[in-house]
């Protein structure tokens, strides 16, 4: 099962290194990472979206982080409730004929065209995970090129 | 100077680790980063935004990505024409009768509230970094209790 956990960070050299670090020497897999600044910029966040199959995991996980002396504060978005939103950027390939088409298709989602250029469009989208695993599903008959994810960002 | 990095990497455990140990090793100051699978999910993509005050610095970065064993590709987006994004959500203080002109200003950005709950409206933008920097000054004026960015992801 997939979590998401924020963790807001001294904006210091190094961090991002050692927390990534203690991800891989105990085997957590990271699915996505969204790092950056905060409102004040000696902070940073991290949105780390992680596999782990049972509570035990997670909450290991959890303590090895309030470790680091860096951390400031961790958020477990598991049981919480809290708004999240992912951008994404989409190629895909799409003649004149096929534009009309694509158009219709996207207005279902927050996505619109940002970019055609010689049969090739490039798509915004920004929305929940699983509105986006739908888009992604529903674009693929176009031919999905290029494909850019941020991962997932979450605020309780 | 700010650069954009996009690495393609293979999605094997302690990649992540790996690539930001050797920007940390060298004293490299990541802004920003972004990982997540693409289209082929043995694949991922990291999108880095660094700051490297000279050409030189940064040709160091790539020579030394490039001789990572789990390294496909590099993209320097920093003379090559690109589309460019990124997502933030944003808490400010919002009471009911300030609400009518945040959204009037909201409306010159690709901007919108999307919870509004006791005096608090979370927002979503998704522009260029020129345009969410002057968002969020814009914004400052209501008092921004917390922000989060999900940091540049870039496309040729």
């Known amino acids: 099962m997939r979590h998401t956990i924020s963790v807001l960070v001294e904006n210091k050299f190094g961090v991002l290194a050692r927390i990534a670090g203690l991800f891989s020497a105990r085997g957590y897999n990271i699915a ?10 000696t902070i940073s966040c991290m949105t780390i979206v992680v596999e782990a199959e049972d509570e035990k995991i ?21 049981k919480k409730e809290h708004a999240e939103r992912e951008l994404i950027l989409v190629k895909v390939k799409c003649s004149g004929k096929d534009k009309a088409n694509l158009e219709s298709l996207l207005k279902k989602y927050v996505a619109k065209v940002i970019q055609h250029k010689e049969g ?8 929940r995970q699983e509105q986006i695993r739908q ?5 693929s ?16």
Do not use: H, Y
């Open 32 to 41: 996505s990472l969204a790092v950056s600044e905060t409102q004040d910029p």
């Open 120 to 127: 090739i469009c490039i798509i915004e989208a920004v929305d």
């Open 58 to 78: 997670l909450e290991q996980i959890k303590k090895q982080l309030n470790k680091l002396i860096d951390v400031i504060r961790i958020i477990d978005f598991t």
């Open 135 to 139: 888009l992604l599903e529903a674009l």
């Open 141 to 156: 008959q176009f031919g999905i090129e290029e494909l850019i994810r941020t991962g997932k960002i979450a605020m309780a």
